[in-house]
């Protein structure tokens, strides 16, 4: 089974703090590598992606960074927020076989206002 | 434009019945792939489905199957439940081979 593995488990961040969430994956065919918030009771929603031609992209408080050598990529939230309290899953696919996401285990994050 | 939907939203069935879930996808996308997320876990690939065939499929047991319809809508059937399938399970869409894949809000099944 191609691995994705995610750290930390959970993250207490006090408002307006960084907040760091960390994944290395295994296989080096993985070509697209997107993050997603899931709020209790809903369904992931994409919050950012990149591909491994860049090493760092940016939307608005949310970064992710790439290092394509190391196999790790790891998600960024600036100014944390309350309302970004949620679980964060990265996941890893390869774009031409049919974009079959491969999952880390999550990061559930609070946010301390 | 529409976004995914799934029915029935929850659903407790006891070990051995079968159940149905279903799935409509965003509109103009023809691609729907089915996760399985059991509590406190990253979801996990099932199968996809594409122009009504399918596409992928990961480490599941010929007891989840599925179908496409000519719509695009989809359906997962699970036979003689278990208590290990009590789990989310997500439908997502896409348009073929562009990158981004929608996800509805999932169906909680309870297997007792």
């Known amino acids: 089974q191609q691995q994705v593995k995610q750290s930390p488990q959970s993250l207490i961040v006090q408002k307006g703090g960084i907040s760091i969430i960390n994944c290395a994956y295994e296989?080096?065919?993985?070509?697209?590598f997107p993050w997603y918030q899931q709020f209790p009771g809903k369904g992931p929603a994409l919050l950012i992606a990149?591909?491994?031609?860049?090493s760092e992209k940016k939307e608005g408080r949310f970064t992710i960074s790439f290092n394509k050598s190391a196999k790790q990529f790891s998600l960024h939230i600036m100014d944390s927020q309350p309302g970004d309290s949620a679980t964060y899953f990265c996941?890893?696919?390869?774009?031409?076989?049919?974009?079959?996401?491969?999952f880390g285990a999550g990061t559930i994050l609070r946010v301390k206002s | 434009e529409t976004g995914v939907t799934q029915s029935p939203t929850h659903l407790i069935k006891t070990r051995g019945q079968q159940v149905t879930l279903r799935c409509s996808s965003q509109?103009?996308?023809?691609?729907v792939s089915w996760y399985q997320q059991a509590l406190g876990q990253g979801p996990q690939f099932i199968f996809q489905?594409?122009?009504?065939?399918?596409?992928g499929r990961g480490n599941f047991p010929p007891r989840f199957s599925g179908l496409q319809f000519p719509n695009y809508s989809s359906e997962l059937n699970v036979n003689a439940l278990e208590l290990d399938d009590s789990a989310l399970y997500l439908c997502?869409?896409?348009?073929?081979?562009?990158?981004?894949?929608?996800f509805g809000p999932g169906t909680r099944l309870l297997v007792l």
């Open positions: 296989n080096t065919a993985f070509d697209y």
């Open positions: 997502a869409s896409s348009q073929r081979f562009q990158e981004t894949q929608y």
């Open positions: 489905y594409y122009r009504e065939e399918e596409n």
């Open positions: 509109s103009g996308h023809n691609t």
């Open positions: 996941a890893a696919s390869r774009r031409l076989y049919g974009n079959k996401l491969v």
């Open positions: 990149i591909r491994p031609d860049v």
